[in-house]
T-cell receptor, first 113, second 111 residues
């Protein structure tokens, strides 16, 4: 069974640009969530989607957005990049509520210069 | 809101010694608790989970954790540390379709 696939693995962008990250969940998993990991703030929840509907959203500015497609694949977008957006972005998938565990991808390392 | 607190940002153990990582939770309802491990430049790997079926939970790589409601704790242990256990460990609680993580504990293993 293939795991959670995130692309790309590494990304370098310039301040003011926008970026799109992609996540393919485990086959059969309909819930996809996104997290930002930084040394200063740790692991912070961005948003969660289930069957193309956002069920929860973390405390991030509107520059951070996401969506989920009918095949459960998800993308997140960050517009007008700031230096502080440099982070490891992790995607996780689960079968439903996530109370029995989430499976994480390897992450996308975003560097904003 | 449910949350977890990890005590100790860094733990250093000798190879073969006991590994003990502490996690306390705050929840008004029975929580769903997890321990994850992260190796450098990688994602998070699930070590074990508590879902109220049993208070002593066994996970992968010889780790186990005990849920103690009276102490609101979910500490992670491994009887004998290996060099390969050097990593960062996160305790987490699940609710409202998300995980809330502790700050993490970095484990170093001395030869």
């Amino acid at each position: 069974k293939a795991g959670v696939t995130q692309t790309p693995r590494y990304l370098i962008k310039t301040r003011g640009q926008q970026v799109t990250l992609s996540c393919s969940p485990i086959s059969g998993h309909r819930s996809v969530s996104w997290y930002q990991q930084t040394p200063g703030q740790g692991l912070q929840f961005l948003f969660e989607y289930f069957s193309e509907t956002q069920r929860n959203k973390g405390n991030f500015p509107g520059r951070f957005s996401g969506r989920q497609f009918s095949n459960s694949r998800s993308e997140m977008n960050v517009s007008t990049l700031e230096l502080g957006d440099s982070a490891l972005y992790l995607c996780a998938s689960s079968s439903n509520r996530g109370n029995y565990g989430y499976t994480f991808g390897s992450g996308t390392r975003l560097t904003v210069v | 809101a449910q949350s977890v607190t990890q005590l100790g940002s860094h733990v250093s153990v000798s190879e073969g010694a006991l590994v003990l990582l502490r996690c306390n939770y705050s929840s008004s309802v029975p929580p769903y608790l997890f321990w994850y491990v992260q190796y450098p430049n990688q994602g998070l790997q699930l070590l074990l989970k508590y879902t109220s079926a049993a208070t002593l939970v066994k996970g992968i790589n010889g780790f186990e954790a005990e849920f103690k409601k009276s102490e609101t704790s979910f500490h992670l242990t491994k009887p004998s540390a290996h060099m390969s256990d050097a990593a960062e460990y996160f305790c987490a609680v699940s609710n409202d379709y998300k995980l809330s993580f502790g700050a993490g504990t970095t484990v170093t293993v001395r030869a």
